[in-house]
Nanobody, 126 residues
Framework: QVQLVESGGGLVQAGGSLRLSCTAS????????MAWFRQASGKEREFVAA????????YSTDSVKGRFTISRDNAKNTVYLQMNSLKPEDTAVYYC???????????????????WGQGTQVTVSS
């Protein structure tokens, strides 16, 4: 059974940093694209960042570029999201996702991903 488990969320003041982790079990994702999405209360889930099997990354425009960095450690079957200069508008539940396709491209679309974690809450206070 495939599981993605996020960790690292919490409460932080504006301007602070957090690092989210997502560890997969049940299969290896070293050759699969993985991504982070977020969903604020009352809003639709939105793309944050994705990384493909070779390490090439894709970021949502404007809102997080330059502040967030996605990375992966294939030996640990883990993907990370380093979040710096956090803003109150970054407050959301952050979800990890993975595609089942071998060497699939990183995508900003939710339908491109087959596996999802349960989410971790990030709250940024002003």
């Amino acid at each position: 059974q495939v599981q993605l488990v996020e960790s690292g969320g919490g409460l932080v003041q504006a301007g602070g940093s957090l690092r989210l982790s997502c560890t997969a079990s049940g299969r290896t994702f070293s050759s699969n694209a993985m991504a982070w999405f977020r969903q604020a209360s009352g809003k639709e889930r939105e793309f944050v960042a994705a990384i493909n099997w070779s390490g090439s990354s894709l970021y949502s425009t404007d809102s997080v570029k330059g502040r967030f960095t996605i990375s992966r450690d294939n030996a640990k079957n883990t993907v990370y999201l380093q979040m710096n200069s956090l803003k109150p508008e970054d407050t959301a539940v952050y979800y990890c996702a993975a595609t089942r396709f071998y060497r699939g491209s990183a995508s900003a679309k939710t339908f491109a991903y087959d596996y999802w974690g349960q989410g971790t809450q990030v709250t940024v206070s002003s």
